[in-house]
């Protein structure tokens, strides 16, 4: 199996490595695969939750909020 190179929602991850050059996912070897179906559950940056309609909402601010915890 190969590693493809990250994709755009994985931007902003913990888990985002150069390797050989390329940014790649230390945890998942085909992240375009893990987003197509849903919201990647290893993702740092991103948190998902389900709304009242069972709707999957995103909340990009985890890491901000992360961040401003650890000042
Ligand atoms: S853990 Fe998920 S969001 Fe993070 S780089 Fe890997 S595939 Fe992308």
Known sequence: MTVQP???KCEGCAR???IDGMRR???YPEPAAKW???IC???T???ASVDKQGKV???PLKMS???SRSK
Do not use: D, P, T
């Open 16 to 18: 985002i490595k150069e």
């Open 45 to 47: 940056h991103v948190k």
């Open 57 to 59: 909402k995103i909340n």
């Open 36 to 38: 197509s179906l849903g």
């Open 25 to 27: 996912c230390s945890s």
């Open 65 to 67: 909020k992360r961040a």
């Open 6 to 8: 990250i994709v755009e």
């Open 41 to 43: 559950n290893f993702a």
